[in-house]
């Protein structure tokens, strides 16, 4: 069992559309997967056209509920809940529900793009975490703060820094690559090589609510995520 935070605290850097397309691509890869939706705004559970359904998180972390089934095999869902923007405790329910998830080879965690309890709790209970970015100055700063944060909290959890809507030809994003090397070697993180494009069969496969490779597997973002969760499974030491 690999417990994974997908995590930034920016906003909008396609952390639930990462958790939505790993978690699709790891079970076709047949590992049982469960996707837990940390985040207030249930954008996970509306990818996977499960917005709404219960038991939701809150029933996972107070009463013991199980994960949801969604229609993809082997791969399950902790449905998000509107509380979640506020919800807080003194005790560590995520890592006391995390430990009733043994069946299962891999849980990625979908935090909210904040420093509250839900993402907190998440990084500390995680194995690794897997921190989508923008190629963008703006984006960049906020990653050598997040990655500080991190390691403030978990000094030697492995983070893989992922870089999604990338735009290869533009001058920005080369400029980007080149303090995001020289970063991962300061600040130790693993950047990851495959980048995920702009594409808009991604933005269109979110809004039909359907993982990008049932929306149109031959597309370069199909395409993208799959080599994304070759190279995840080898990093993250999985069959
Ligand atoms: N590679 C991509 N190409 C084009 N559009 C994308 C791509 N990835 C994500 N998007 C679009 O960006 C929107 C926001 O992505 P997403 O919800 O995954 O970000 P997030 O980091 O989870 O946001 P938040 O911080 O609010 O939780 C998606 O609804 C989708 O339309
Ligand atoms: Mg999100």
């Known amino acids: 069992m690999l417990k994974v935070a997908i995590w930034n605290f920016k906003g909008g850097t396609s952390k639930s559309t990462t958790a939505q397309n790993v978690g699709a691509e790891l079970a076709q890869a047949k590992l049982k997967t469960v996707a837990i939706d940390l985040d207030g705004q249930r954008t996970l559970s509306f990818t996977l056209a499960m917005d709404g359904a219960e038991p939701n998180i ?66 500390l209970n995680a194995d690794r975490v897997l921190m989508p970015t923008l190629s963008e100055p703006a984006a960049l700063k906020g990653l050598s703060e997040a990655i500080n944060l991190i390691r403030a909290e978990s000094p030697e959890i492995p983070i893989d820094v992922l870089r999604c809507r990338y735009r290869q030809r533009l001058v920005l994003s080369r400029e980007a690559d080149d303090i995001l090397i020289e970063g991962s070697h300061d600040l130790g993180f693993n950047l990851l090589h495959t980048t995920i494009p702009e594409n808009i069969v991604i933005a269109e496969s979110v809004a039909a609510q359907v993982p990008v490779r049932t929306y149109d597997a031959k597309s370069i973002g199909a395409k993208a995520y799959q080599s994304l969760t070759k190279e995840l499974m080898k990093a993250w030491g999985l069959k």
Request: glycine fraction near 6%; include cysteine.
């Open 58 to 123: 809150l029933a996972w972390l107070n009463d013991g509920a199980e994960p949801l089934p969604t229609s993809i095999n082997r791969l399950a869902l902790v449905p998000g809940a509107i509380e979640m923007f506020n919800f807080s405790s003194d005790k560590d329910l995520i890592g006391q529900s995390l430990k009733r998830l043994i069946p299962y080879d891999v849980i990625l965690m979908d935090c909210p793009p904040s420093l509250g309890y839900a993402s907190v709790q998440a990084v």
